[in-house]
């Protein structure tokens, strides 16, 4: 359908977290594509044509000035652009249903149902259609039913080619990916397609990190892959556990653990819980379709990670809560870090939202601060706040507290002056390093007690 001078029309639907930036890297590696990026979302298309993008992600925003307006462009005209595409990505999101059948676990697919019947309507010529979201197995399936429904002699062909990337390093992540997943029919059409998306990868990944494979096993592997790297964090945390309790150490456990190279050093820092939009809800979405198919051993198997998680969340505030003499009544407590990760703004099921919640409950007044997660912060606590202040400035933010919980370990906060801190704080100080992130010895040193998650005490009771 290209009426221009590109190789091929290129479209993708949903300028979220996924969406913008793999939009932006195949734009940037593919000056033969036209790429085109829609939202029902107008706020979000303007911030993607604007200098405040929507999102932060680092080494973005210099990419995107790079083809925005060249072979890259954003827009709210969803028909038009479905219209002249050859190959459309679907990237809309797919949360958690929160209601009716299935409510809490399975994934609510009411924007990618409206995303195909939109595709269809507005489609006059064969289209590549891309299932980029997460989706549960099968999905295709579904998609290919309601596209082909009428009979307007327009064929799509589906593919599932899902995401890996991780939020803080997904420029990086999509540059230089592990591999590129591409699943397809084993039809002649089914691998023609595989063919031309296997060629827009090809212009920037070595052929030996493209897998391809059949729908259901590319649909599967995205759902597993969340699944087991949420199940390493669970699995260590379980450890920290004990290591609190027996006083090894569990940064040295994991080191030794990691050094066998069949087990591997990445994935095993403990902290908080694990947050993020993704792993949660796919974990669930896994649990899910364990139980419709009757597996409710393999549900509840992958169910106990996140209800690790969960546990590992509460265990974190009850050691706040014990540690600081079993009340918290009107102590003033500093929140380092709010984003369910450094290097995002992102605080999509992050652990700082459960903990807060939990500290508000025991009457605690908060002094959250975070480089980049501020604005969100703000919207997750809208309407328990009174008690919030946020803040900034790390060390206005600790001036006059009786603890510090870290809770996601931006770089910036490793490099502070404690002992200033230390200074302006209320005594005896707390510290409560949720990412072992910090120089415990030298806090220790400069009279801070240093609770950290998985190692033993450092106090001075
Ligand atoms: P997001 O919420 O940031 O973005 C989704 C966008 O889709 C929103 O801007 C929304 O307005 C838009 N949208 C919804 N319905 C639409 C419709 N009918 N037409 C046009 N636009 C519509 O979500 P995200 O984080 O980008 O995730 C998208 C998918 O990618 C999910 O399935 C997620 O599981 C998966 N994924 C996310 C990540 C990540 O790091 N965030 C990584 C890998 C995979
Ligand atoms: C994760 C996966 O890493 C991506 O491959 C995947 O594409 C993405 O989910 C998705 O499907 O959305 P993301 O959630 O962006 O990416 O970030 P991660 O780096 O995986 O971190 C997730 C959470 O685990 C964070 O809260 C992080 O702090 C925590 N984590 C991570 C730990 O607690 N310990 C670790 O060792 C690693």
Redesign the pocket.
């Known amino acids: 359908m290209t009426t221009n001078n590109f190789k091929k029309n290129i479209l993708c639907?949903?300028?979220?977290?996924?969406?913008?930036p793999t939009m932006t890297i195949i734009a940037n590696k593919c000056p033969d594509y036209k790429i085109t990026v829609?939202?029902?979302?107008k706020e979000?298309i303007d911030a993607w044509n604007s200098d405040q993008l929507?999102?932060f992600e680092p080494g973005l925003k210099e990419r995107v000035l790079k083809v925005r307006g060249k072979n890259l462009f954003f827009s709210t005209d969803?028909d038009a652009a479905i219209d002249q595409a050859d190959i459309i990505f679907v990237?809309?999101?797919?949360?958690t249903k929160n209601f009716g059948e299935g409510a809490g676990k399975a994934v609510d697919l009411q924007?990618i149902e409206?995303?195909a019947r939109?595709i269809k309507e507005n489609s006059r010529s064969n289209k590549i259609v891309v299932e980029?979201?997460?989706?549960p197995v099968r999905a295709a399936e579904t998609l290919e039913t309601i596209l082909h429904s009428g009979k307007n002699g327009v064929h799509f062909e589906i593919l599932s080619n899902?995401?890996?990337?991780?939020?803080g390093s997904?420029v990086r992540d999509m540059e230089f990916p592990d591999r590129v997943l591409i699943g397809s029919k084993d039809t002649p059409s089914g691998l023609a397609a595989r063919k031309e998306l296997v060629d827009v990868y090809l212009h920037w990944v070595p052929e030996e990190n493209l897998i391809t494979t059949n729908l259901w096993s590319s649909e599967l592997s995205?759902l597993v892959s969340n699944a087991f790297l949420a199940q390493r964090i669970s699995s260590i945390n379980s450890i920290a556990a004990i290591c609190e309790v027996t006083e090894a150490d569990v940064t040295e456990v994991s080191k030794a653990v990691g050094r066998d190279s069949r087990i591997g050093a990445k994935f095993l820092n403990a902290g908080p819980g694990f947050g993020?939009?993704?792993f949660r809800?796919?974990i669930l979405n896994l649990v899910y379709l364990c139980e419709y198919y009757q597996l409710n051993e393999i549900a509840s198997f992958w169910e106990q990670v996140v209800t690790l998680n969960d546990y590992q969340m509460e265990r974190y505030v009850k050691r706040i809560l014990q540690v600081m003499f079993n009340t918290l009544v009107g102590k003033k407590l500093a929140v380092f870090g709010f984003a369910f990760k450094p290097d995002t703004g992102?605080t999509?099921d992050a652990p700082a939202i459960y903990i807060c919640k939990r500290l508000l409950e025991e009457k605690a007044c908060l002094r959250i601060t975070d480089p980049h997660a501020l604005k969100n912060a703000r919207k997750d606590l809208e309407g328990i706040d009174s008690e919030v202040e946020y803040i900034e400035d790390p060390y206005k933010a600790a001036e006059g507290v009786h603890g510090i919980a870290l809770i996601t370990e931006w770089t910036e906060y490793s490099k502070l002056d404690y002992q200033k801190i230390f200074d302006k704080m209320e005594k005896p100080a707390f510290i409560f390093d949720g990412r072992n992130h910090l120089d415990h010895k030298a806090l220790f040193d400069i009279g801070f007690n240093v609770y950290s998650v998985g190692k033993a005490p450092l106090t001075h009771f």
């Open positions: 639907i949903g300028a979220g977290y996924v969406g913008g829609v939202d029902i979302s979000r929507p999102i969803i990237s809309v999101n797919t949360p924007y409206q995303t939109r980029k979201s997460t989706l899902p995401e890996f990337m991780a939020e997904g995205k993020g939009s993704c809800k796919d992102d999509r």
